[in-house]
């Protein structure tokens, strides 16, 4: 069982940065692909980026190519998300997810844990 609480989410404007926090409980968060996905208002939730177990791979939705960069740290069981120059379409609630497979970005089923969310709102 891996339990996900993400942290860092808040009010900032155009322009900004934000660093998202997801802190994993249980010793097996090193096993699982990890991925951040978001939900905007009124809008299906959406992949934003992935990482392999071992940090060696990444990929990100288009949209957020070049400004958000996903990380991990299996030491302390944490995963990030460093998000620059945020623009107001950003505004979601962002979440954290733990998956068997990297292809989890384009197949939910293949996610095992979701955390409850954080919501960043950027202002124009």
């Known amino acids: 069982q891996v339990q996900l609480v993400e942290s860092g989410g808040g009010l900032v404007q155009a322009g900004g940065s934000l660093r998202l926090s997801c802190a994993a409980s249980?010793?097996?968060?090193?096993?699982?692909?990890m991925g951040w996905f978001r939900q905007a208002p009124g809008k299906e939730r959406e992949f934003v980026a992935v990482?392999?177990?071992?940090?060696?791979?990444?990929s990100y939705t288009d949209s957020v190519k070049g400004r958000f960069t996903i990380s991990r740290d299996n030491a302390k069981n944490t995963l990030y998300l460093q998000m620059n120059n945020l623009k107001p379409e950003d505004t979601s609630v962002y979440y954290c997810?733990?998956?068997?497979?990297?292809?989890?970005?384009?197949?939910?089923?293949?996610?095992?844990?979701w955390g409850k969310g954080t919501l960043v709102t950027v202002s124009s």
């Open positions: 249980g010793r097996t968060f090193s096993s699982y692909a």
């Open positions: 990482i392999t177990w071992s940090g060696g791979t990444t």
């Open positions: 997810a733990a998956g068997n497979s990297f292809s989890m970005a384009t197949t939910t089923s293949l996610i095992n844990y």
